[in-house]
């Protein structure tokens, strides 16, 4: 979760592309509930007095920050906020300038700051302790649940839902060319399965969470497949994640997933496909068309324009906002962007089917059935709340009930750590 954003490398016409989803938004509150009638503040009704600040470590040139953009501009539209209610402060390192930032911000009048990276989250939290007035929200953060403060909150997204159905949409792949007979023999291993890859950012949570979403979703297509994963060990670096994607090609995965941010992989997937590799790819956050427009399928993306219309509309109400929000397809917090010319044929109609179960709450992603660890099923996963690497604590609690997994339910951020059977990370030291 230690992200580095996208650079001016990745244009500006990202903005324009990052969420495509299927469906369309719901107006809802957490959990699934109709917005409470207004107190205090009038929804929608003009308080020049009223002002958010939005702290963000890059700009609109990067994929993942012009999500963040995208979705507070949708919502303070729909919200009635004018411009000047918004104080935007890009660039921001993570570093004591989050907390001069947030400080300056809550000087100038904010009710509520947001934070849209991992490490901004200590100079949140440290801010929020001396403006007990001000409400701060670390987006990915995962310490707000522990830290006694109410004016503390962490937000993530359930992205794990729509990296499954990514998986469908891959695995949907995989099947029409494996039943053209369009597959070699370097795209299998010994065991008769077919390869697939995916280049992590690092070895978190976050990315275990994500790829292994991504891995069951092209298993209920396709059962016979294995999965490597090669760390860039970096957020953004075209050449170090160019270099993974190479590596993973070169072992003979026939689709690539993606968890870090830049163009490095699918260029490298669109290279390979245009020398004569039948390769696909799976990306993260925005639509990569523009990039690899013969092997993008389609990607995971969050839409953030739910959590920023449910926080900023409970802040004008004067209301708390949750402490740890996460929303996936039951809000439209998630989705995938729009389908590539590549797709197999009843793709479009296989997604619609999946996301309908998940929305639903028919299929979980996490279905303790759908796989096991070193050959068993596991029964008990207990997640550390306290984020002190013992999960011993009285505060911790057991993830698994009812038959899954539940990510981002006991916090926003993702939790899930377990190491699949059919997955092996290449490089995860």
């Not at 702290?55 to 906020?81: K, P």
């Not at 409400?135 to 990296?163: H, P, Q, W």
């Not at 099923?377 to 993830?399: G, K, P």
Request: aromatic content about 10%; proline content about 2%.
């Amino acid at each position: 979760m230690y992200r580095k954003f996208f650079s001016v490398f990745f244009a500006a016409v990202l903005v324009l592309c990052a969420l495509s989803f299927h469906g369309c938004a719901r107006e809802k509150a957490e959990g699934g509930e109709e917005m409470p009638e207004e107190t205090g503040h009038e929804s929608g009704a003009a308080d020049e007095d009223f002002k958010i600040g939005v702290i963000l470590l890059g700009d609109e040139s990067e994929g993942y920050t012009a999500a963040h953009i995208d979705g507070v501009r949708a919502a303070a539209s729909e919200l009635q906020l004018e411009e000047d209610q918004i104080l935007w402060r890009y660039d921001v390192p993570e570093d004591e300038s989050c907390y001069d930032t947030a400080m300056e911000l809550a000087a100038a009048g904010c009710e509520v700051i947001f934070s849209n990276s991992y490490n901004h989250q200590s100079s949140m939290e440290q801010a929020a302790r001396e403006r007990p007035d001000v409400t701060f929200v670390a987006m990915t953060g995962d310490t707000a649940a522990v830290s006694g403060l109410d004016n503390f909150c962490n937000a993530f997204t359930k992205i794990y839902e729509a990296r499954y159905v990514s998986g469908v949409v891959a695995g949907m792949k995989l099947a029409e060319l494996a039943a053209a007979g369009s597959l070699i023999e370097n795209n299998y291993d010994a065991d008769g399965n077919i390869l697939v890859g995916y280049v992590g950012a690092y070895p978190y949570a976050e990315e275990t969470s994500a790829y292994t979403a991504f891995f069951l979703g092209i298993r209920s297509v396709v059962e016979n497949v294995v999965m490597q994963v090669q760390y860039a060990n970096a957020w953004f670096d075209v050449e170090k994640e160019r270099a993974a994607a190479n590596l993973l090609m070169e072992n003979g995965c026939v689709i690539i997933g993606q968890g870090s941010d830049s163009t490095g992989v699918p260029a490298a997937v669109q290279d390979a496909y245009d020398s004569g590799k039948q390769v696909y790819l799976a990306g993260y956050n925005v639509d990569l068309l523009h990039v690899a427009p013969d092997v993008a399928l389609t990607s995971a993306a969050s839409n953030w324009a739910v959590y920023y219309k449910l926080a900023i509309s409970a802040a004008q109400r004067g209301e708390k906002l949750p402490k740890d929000w996460a929303e996936g397809y039951a809000q439209d917090a998630v989705g995938i962007t729009v389908l590539g010319p590549a797709c197999a044929a009843g793709t479009a109609e296989r997604v619609e089917e999946v996301e309908r179960a998940i929305r639903d709450g028919d299929l979980q992603v996490f279905d303790i059935s759908k796989f096991t660890v070193d050959g068993k099923q596991v029964e008990s996963c207990i997640v550390d709340l306290n984020n002190n690497f013992d999960t011993s604590d009285a505060e911790d609690m057991e993830a698994i009930w009812d038959g899954c997994f539940h990510e981002s339910e006991l916090r926003s951020a993702p939790s899930f750590s377990l190491h699949v059977d059919g997955i092996v990370q290449l490089n995860a030291d």
